[in-house]
């Protein structure tokens, strides 16, 4: 961002930098910047260095949320604008597709899981990253983006024979919405189907017991060991 926006001026990151260079380009502090100013070529350049040193997960769970929360806390301090958290948020949509793990055929064959942003939520970073840690673990993903009614969420598990649904929602206000869900995702198995819920609503004390979920949590890092485990549970045929 330049100095009108009220943000320093950044150097370039050259790409044939030296390793203490390459080090730097994994900041939160860079990362979050460079999504800011809306440069999601330099931003897909540092995540995919980052990948090659720590696994997806760990990443996603360090870098880029690290870079999300610089970019949240910026926008609170007056730092930044609505305008610049909007377009880190968008920048870093767009840098996600760039990075999507390459998955093959084998992408096709797993077991479905199923992924939503309860009726009235928008947020879809976390389910994105969630996605891509699902497929490369060996599960067909159906990632059915935001706002999704309680009602046809049910019909689509039913209709598809999903092994296991994550939810997002992102405030208290998502409640109702998110129980909602949660009795049709039951109401459409003849098995109880795993019901993971992440976002902020997933920091509630309780929420869990309160809305019979089987996993709760913003870390993506647990979400997968958990997904790992509903997995590894399945009849042979269907892991």
């Not at 009726?119 to 983006?145: F, K, P, Q, R, Y």
């Amino acid at each position: 961002m330049n100095d009108e926006l009220g943000a320093p001026a950044l150097p370039p990151v050259d790409p044939a930098a030296d390793d203490e260079g390459v080090a730097r380009a994994y900041s939160p502090e860079l990362l979050a910047s460079l999504l800011a100013d809306g440069d999601d070529d330099l931003a897909a350049w540092t995540i995919e260095h980052a990948l090659a040193d720590a696994t997806r997960a760990e990443v996603y769970d360090g870098l880029v949320t690290d870079a999300m929360r610089i970019v949240g806390q910026r926008w609170k301090d007056g730092e930044w604008g609505i305008a610049e958290e909007h377009l880190a948020s968008q920048t870093l949509l767009r840098t996600l597709e760039r990075i999507r793990p390459a998955v093959g055929s084998d992408g096709r064959i797993g077991p479905l899981a199923v992924l939503a942003g309860a009726a009235g939520e928008h947020h879809m970073i976390g389910l994105i990253c969630l996605d891509h840690l699902l497929s490369e673990h060996g599960w067909t993903v159906a990632n059915l983006g935001g706002d999704v009614p309680a009602a046809d969420l049910g019909v689509f598990v039913q209709r598809n024979d999903a092994r296991l649904v994550a939810l997002a929602a992102s405030r208290n206000a998502r409640l109702a919405a998110v129980a909602e869900a949660i009795s049709t995702i039951r109401a459409a198995g003849q098995h109880r189907l795993p019901v993971m819920l992440g976002g902020g609503l997933a920091a509630e004390p309780g929420i869990a017991s309160a809305l019979d979920l089987d996993w709760v949590g913003i870390s993506l890092t647990d979400a997968l060991r958990f997904a790992d485990d509903v997995q590894a549970s399945l009849p042979a045929g269907e892991a």
